[in-house]
């Protein structure tokens, strides 16, 4: 059973910004999922065109996919994002999806075809985290091209922000000893008063 990956989707905005993207988490079951979900959506053909209902995509709910703005984990701009989903197409593509609340903005994710990413998650090193813009998997695009470019600037915002990290010395309660780094530093006597 393949551990679980990240993947990371630029997220396209009428209004810009670059660096809006979706995260979500893919293992083996999201994987099987993805394959029955694609098998309920019958392929167009001459015999179902000729209907007046086809159904062509199935929408399926996204509810634990991590929407960013500019890179940022905005609790703000995750709280504005309605029906997180993954629309997945007759032709075997996916992309993501939601609604800017307050502008009643579409955001939503170039499509990607399922069976790319189920091969690259059965191929590829476990744990590696899936970087997908404008349709392409970036992971192995040159640092120069487009791709390259919003894969290391999501690697700067990444390092830029602050980690989920135990409170720092200057949250010590008073009397207790400073924390010593890799053991270099004596932390006897010292205090915060």
């Not at 996916?94 to 800017?100: L, M, Q, V, Y």
């Not at 590829?124 to 600037?153: L, M």
């Amino acid at each position: 059973m393949s551990q679980p990956r990240h993947v990371i989707m630029q997220v396209v905005m009428r209004s810009g910004g670059a660096t809006h993207h979706v995260e979500f988490v893919i293992d083996a079951n999201f994987a099987e999922r993805l394959r029955q979900l694609r098998s309920l959506v019958p392929p167009l053909n001459t015999l179902n065109s000729q209907r007046d209902l086809v159904i062509d995509k199935v929408r399926v709910r996204l509810p634990t996919a991590v929407w960013r703005c500019n890179g940022q984990a905005d609790a703000q701009f995750e709280s504005q994002v309605d029906g997180s989903c993954m629309v997945i197409a007759s032709e075997g593509f996916f992309n993501c999806g939601g609604k800017d609340r307050k502008t009643k903005e579409k955001l939503v994710t170039y499509t990607f075809p399922i069976s790319r990413l189920l091969e690259l998650h059965a191929e590829r090193p476990e744990g590696e985290t899936f970087y997908i813009r404008d349709g392409i998997f970036a992971n192995d695009e040159p640092a120069n091209s487009s791709a390259g470019r919003w894969v290391a600037s999501l690697h700067e915002l990444e390092e830029m922000r602050t980690p989920d990290a135990p409170p720092s010395d200057f949250d010590t309660i008073q009397g207790v000893p400073l924390r010593s780094v890799h053991g270099a530093l004596p932390t006897h006597g010292l205090s915060l008063s």
